[in-house]
C-alpha cells in the first residue's frame, strides 16, 4: 500500500514502537448458498469475500490470521463452527490456500459438487452462511496460536457458543480478571481477550439460562424449545451486562452457534469500524475502502458503526443497530488517519493531504524561501500521500510569490524575460525520489551487533538527485523512537552532502503512552520523552523529575484522572525538544558539518487536517478514559523505577 503500512515496514515499525491496529471482517449471508451458486457461479462467494476484505486490511496485521465460520440449521450430531489459525509467515494467504485446497480435494474426490450447494454446505467447513476473519498485530501474550484471534468457547448448546475476535486494548483487564475471580471463575489468560471472551460467556450463559428457565414452563418440545431461545436471545443486553467495567477502546465481532452475530464498537469511537447491508449480505471491516473495493459500493453506501452501539444479525436473518453502552464524546483515534489506515479511503486520502499541506509554512520558514536550492522527498512509504499535499501547498505559496513579483515588476516597467525565467521557471519546488526501501532484513540474524549492522542498509538513496549545498526536505508520517532515524535514514542522507537536513513530520511530537490500540505504554522509549528529561537535567530542574513521581504515584493510589507527566514538558517550548530530539537522533560516529532540523506537525493543523478524528491523547495527554490517565500516571512510575513493559 502507499499510504497504509507495507509488509516490509512492519519490521521497522515495530522499532518505532508502533504495535497494534488489528483488522476484522464479517460477511454474513442473508440467503441460502444456492443462491449464490445461481447468481454468481460459485457456492463460495461469501468465502471469497471474506478473504477479500482480509487481504484489502493486509495493512493491519501479519503477525497471525485466523477465521471462523457458522453454519445455519446444521442436524443434530453434526459441527456447526469451525475455526482455522496461523501464524506462520503471509498467515492469511497459507490460511487460504489450506481451506481451498480441501475444498478441491473434495471437488476432485466427488463428495462436493459445487452446483449443488447442498454438498457444499456438508462436506466444506467453510461452506456456512456466516464467516468471521481476523488480522493480528500483536502486542501482548505473544506470538503463538493461542494467542491468535477468533477466540472460542464452547458449549453443547448452540446459543452458549462464541466465537470471539476484535481490534482493541483495556486499561483494566486485571479488575475484569478479578471480577470473573469473583464470580467463581478460574481465568486461565491474564490477557483482555480472555477476559472479555469469558465476561460476555458469562452473560451469555445467564442469558440463555433465564430463557431456559421461562420456556421451560411452557413445556416445549426439546426442538421447539432450542428454537424459542436462539429467537428470545438478547445479543445487546448481553453486551450491555458483559460491558458495563470495560474501559478503552475496541471493536468487537462474534459469532454465536446458533447463528447470531454482532459488531459492537467502543462508546468514544475509539477503534474504527465499518459496515454494508443489502438484501444479499452484510458485511464489516475495519476500514471503509475494503468494503467498497470488495462490494464495488458508493461512498455513502458504508455506514460507520455508531459508537456505544452493536450490529445485531439475528440467526433469522434481521440487522438492528442498538445502543448498548451510552456514547461519550467523540474521540476516534488521529492515528488512524494518519497512518494506519489504508490511503485510498477519500477521506484519509485528504486528510493526509491536508496533513502535508498544514506544514509548508514551516518548511518555507526553514529553507528561508530557497527555493532555488532545496530539494523535496519523502521516507517511504507511509508519508507519500502527505509529501503530495506540501508540495502541493508549496507550488500554490510560490504562484502567489511569483504573481506578486510580477505585478510588481509590472508597474515599475521592469518586467523581461530574464525575470521571468528566473521567477518561474528556475525557482520551483522541486521534488525528487531521494530514499528508496532497499530491502527486508530478515530477523533469523542472531547477533544483535549483525542485526543493527544489516539495519542501517534497509534504505538506499538515489546518488545525484541532490547537489551539494542544497537544502533536503524529507517528509515522513511520525516520529516515536527515532530509531529508524538514528540508525538509517540520517546516515545515508548526509552521503549526498546537502547543505542542510530537514525531517518534516506529518505527526505531533508524540509524547504520552497510548493503551487503547496502539500498544505505545513505556514512556521512556519515546524521543520526545527522552529530549524533555534531558533539558530539565540540562536546566538545573531535575528536582521536577521527583516530584512527578510523587504526584503520579499519589495520583495512580486515589484512581484520580490528572495527567501529571504533562509538568514534564510545561517548561519548553515545542520547538526547543524538537532541538534535543535531533542531538539524540544524530547518529554516532558520522562527520558532516551541515545543519539539521526536525519539523513536527502542530496540533491545531492536526486538527484542522483531520477534524472528525480527535482522539489526539498521545499528543495532548487529553485521555478519553479514566483508564488513560492511570496508564500514563503507571508509564511514568515504571519508567522512574527503570521497570520495562506495559503500563497496564
Known amino acids: 500500500m502507499s499510504a497504509a503500512v507495507p509488509e516490509n515496514e512492519f519490521e521497522e515499525r515495530r522499532d518505532a514502537l508502533l504495535t497494534h491496529e488489528c483488522g476484522i471482517a464479517l460477511v454474513r449471508l442473508l440467503k441460502p448458498l444456492s443462491y449464490y451458486q445461481e447468481k454468481y457461479g460459485t457456492p463460495l462467494w461469501g468465502f471469497t469475500k471474506l478473504f477479500l476484505l482480509m487481504e484489502k486490511q493486509h495493512n493491519r496485521g501479519q503477525d497471525g490470521a485466523g477465521v471462523s465460520c457458522v453454519k445455519l440449521d446444521v442436524p443434530a450430531g453434526e459441527p456447526f463452527m469451525f475455526r482455522e489459525r496461523c501464524v506462520k509467515g503471509n498467515p492469511l494467504d497459507k490460511i487460504f490456500k489450506t481451506l481451498l485446497g480441501q475444498y478441491n480435494e473434495r471437488v476432485a474426490a466427488g463428495t462436493i459438487h459445487p452446483e449443488f450447494a447442498?454438498?457444499?454446505?456438508?462436506?466444506?467447513?467453510?461452506?456456512?452462511?456466516?464467516?468471521?476473519?481476523?488480522?493480528?498485530?500483536?502486542?501482548?501474550?505473544?506470538?503463538?496460536l493461542s494467542s491468535c484471534h477468533p477466540f472460542f468457547r464452547r458449549s453443547p448448546w448452540p446459543t452458549r457458543n462464541l466465537a470471539l475476535c476484535g481490534n482493541f486494548n483495556l486499561t483494566n483487564t486485571t479488575e475484569l480478571n478479578q471480577s470473573l475471580t469473583s464470580m467463581g471463575q478460574h481465568p486461565i489468560y491474564a490477557t483482555d481477550t480472555q477476559a472479555i471472551l469469558e465476561k460476555i460467556g458469562f452473560f451469555l450463559d445467564e442469558e440463555h439460562e433465564d430463557i431456559y428457565r421461562f420456556l421451560r414452563t411452557r413445556n416445549l418440545a426439546g426442538e421447539e424449545l432450542s428454537r424459542r431461545i436462539s429467537e428470545d436471545l438478547d445479543v445487546a443486553r448481553v453486551l450491555?451486562?458483559?460491558?458495563?467495567?470495560?474501559?478503552?477502546?475496541?471493536?468487537?465481532?462474534?459469532?454465536?452457534?446458533?447463528?447470531?452475530?454482532?459488531?459492537?464498537?467502543?462508546?468514544?469511537?475509539?477503534?474504527?469500524?465499518?459496515?454494508?447491508?443489502?438484501?444479499?449480505?452484510?458485511?464489516?471491516?475495519?476500514?471503509?475502502?475494503?468494503?467498497?473495493?470488495?462490494?464495488?459500493?458508493?461512498?455513502?453506501?458504508?455506514?460507520?458503526?455508531?459508537?456505544?452501539?452493536?450490529?445485531?444479525?439475528?440467526?433469522?436473518?434481521?440487522?438492528?443497530?442498538?445502543?448498548?453502552?451510552?456514547?461519550?464524546?467523540?474521540?476516534?483515534?488521529?492515528?488512524?488517519?494518519?497512518?494506519?489506515?489504508?490511503?485510498?479511503?477519500?477521506?484519509?486520502?485528504?486528510?493526509?493531504?491536508?496533513?502535508?499541506?498544514g506544514l509548508a509554512t514551516q518548511v518555507i520558514k526553514s529553507i528561508g524561501h530557497d527555493w532555488a536550492n532545496t530539494v523535496f522527498s519523502f521516507i517511504p512509504n507511509t508519508?507519500?500521500?502527505?509529501?503530495?499535499?506540501?508540495?502541493?501547498?508549496?507550488?500554490?505559496?510560490?504562484?502567489?510569490?511569483?504573481?506578486?513579483?510580477?505585478?510588481?515588476?509590472?508597474?515599475?516597467?521592469?518586467?523581461?524575460?530574464?525575470?521571468?525565467?528566473?521567477l518561474i521557471l528556475r525557482n520551483w519546488p522541486r521534488g525528487e525520489k531521494v530514499v528508496s526501501k532497499d530491502i527486508k532484513i530478515r530477523t533469523f540474524i542472531g547477533q544483535e551487533g549483525m542485526r543493527n549492522q544489516l539495519a542501517s542498509h534497509v534504505y538506499d538513496i538515489t546518488y545525484g538527485s541532490v547537489k551539494p549545498g542544497d537544502n533536503l526536505v524529507c517528509v515522513d508520517d511520525s516520529i516515536v523512537r527515532g530509531t529508524t532515524l538514528r540508525k538509517s535514514i540520517l546516515?545515508?542522507?548526509?552521503?549526498?552532502?546537502?547543505?542542510?537536513?530537514?525531517?518534516?513530520?506529518?505527526?505531533?511530537?508524540?509524547?504520552?503512552?497510548?493503551?487503547?490500540?496502539?500498544?505505545?505504554?513505556?514512556?521512556?522509549?519515546?524521543?520526545?520523552?527522552?529530549?524533555?528529561?534531558?533539558?530539565?537535567?540540562?536546566?538545573?530542574?531535575?528536582?521536577?523529575?521527583?516530584?512527578?513521581?510523587?504526584?503520579?504515584?499519589?495520583?495512580?493510589?486515589?484512581?484520580?484522572?490528572?495527567?501529571?507527566?504533562?509538568?514534564?514538558?510545561?517548561?519548553?517550548?515545542?520547538?526547543?525538544?524538537?532541538?534535543?530530539?535531533?542531538?539524540?537522533?544524530?547518529?554516532?560516529?558520522?562527520?558532516?558539518?551541515?545543519?539539521?532540523?526536525?519539523?513536527?506537525?502542530?496540533?491545531?493543523?492536526?486538527?484542522?487536517?483531520?477534524?472528525?478524528?480527535?482522539?489526539?491523547?498521545?499528543?495532548t495527554g487529553k485521555y478519553p478514559t479514566p483508564g488513560g490517565y492511570r496508564v500514563v500516571n503507571q508509564a511514568y512510575l515504571n519508567y522512574f523505577k527503570q521497570a520495562e513493559g506495559r503500563s497496564y
Not at 499535499?389 to 524575460?417: F, N, P, Q, Y
Open 491 to 619: 546516515r545515508i542522507l548526509t552521503r549526498l552532502n546537502p547543505r542542510k537536513i530537514v525531517i518534516v513530520s506529518t505527526a505531533p511530537q508524540i509524547r504520552y503512552p497510548d493503551c487503547y490500540g496502539i500498544d505505545m505504554s513505556e514512556l521512556g522509549k519515546f524521543v520526545a520523552f527522552e529530549a524533555a528529561v534531558a533539558l530539565l537535567k540540562e536546566r538545573g530542574q531535575g528536582a521536577l523529575l521527583n516530584e512527578v513521581h510523587e504526584l503520579c504515584r499519589e495520583e495512580v493510589a486515589r484512581g484520580g484522572e490528572v495527567n501529571h507527566v504533562r509538568k514534564i514538558y510545561e517548561p519548553f517550548t515545542p520547538e526547543e525538544i524538537s532541538a534535543k530530539i535531533v542531538e539524540r537522533v544524530w547518529p554516532k560516529g558520522v562527520e558532516w558539518k551541515g545543519e539539521i532540523e526536525i519539523i513536527f506537525q502542530t496540533i491545531e493543523n492536526l486538527h484542522a487536517a483531520v477534524p472528525a478524528h480527535t482522539g489526539d491523547w498521545y499528543f
Open 118 to 144: 447442498d454438498t457444499v454446505k456438508r462436506n466444506f467447513d467453510f461452506g456456512g452462511e456466516s464467516l468471521m476473519g481476523h488480522l493480528r498485530y500483536g502486542t501482548s501474550g505473544g506470538y503463538n
Open 383 to 422: 508519508a507519500e500521500v502527505a509529501y503530495y499535499g506540501l508540495m502541493s501547498a508549496l507550488r500554490t505559496r510560490r504562484r502567489d510569490e511569483v504573481k506578486a513579483a510580477i505585478l510588481k515588476a509590472s508597474a515599475a516597467g521592469e518586467l523581461d524575460e530574464a525575470l521571468l525565467d528566473e
Open 240 to 357: 450491555t451486562r458483559a460491558s458495563e467495567k470495560w474501559d478503552g477502546g475496541y471493536t468487537l465481532c462474534g459469532q454465536i452457534g446458533n447463528g447470531d452475530a454482532f459488531v459492537a464498537r467502543d462508546p468514544s469511537g475509539i477503534r474504527p469500524a465499518f459496515y454494508f447491508q443489502n438484501d444479499e449480505v452484510v458485511a464489516f471491516a475495519s476500514e471503509r475502502a475494503p468494503l467498497m473495493t470488495v462490494f464495488d459500493l458508493a461512498v455513502d453506501q458504508v455506514q460507520e458503526v455508531a459508537p456505544g452501539h452493536v450490529v445485531v444479525m439475528k440467526r433469522r436473518g434481521t440487522v438492528n443497530s442498538v445502543q448498548f453502552k451510552a456514547p461519550l464524546p467523540r474521540a476516534s483515534c488521529s492515528f488512524e488517519r494518519i497512518y494506519f489506515s489504508r490511503g485510498n479511503d477519500l477521506d484519509i486520502y485528504r486528510e493526509r493531504q491536508a496533513l502535508g499541506g
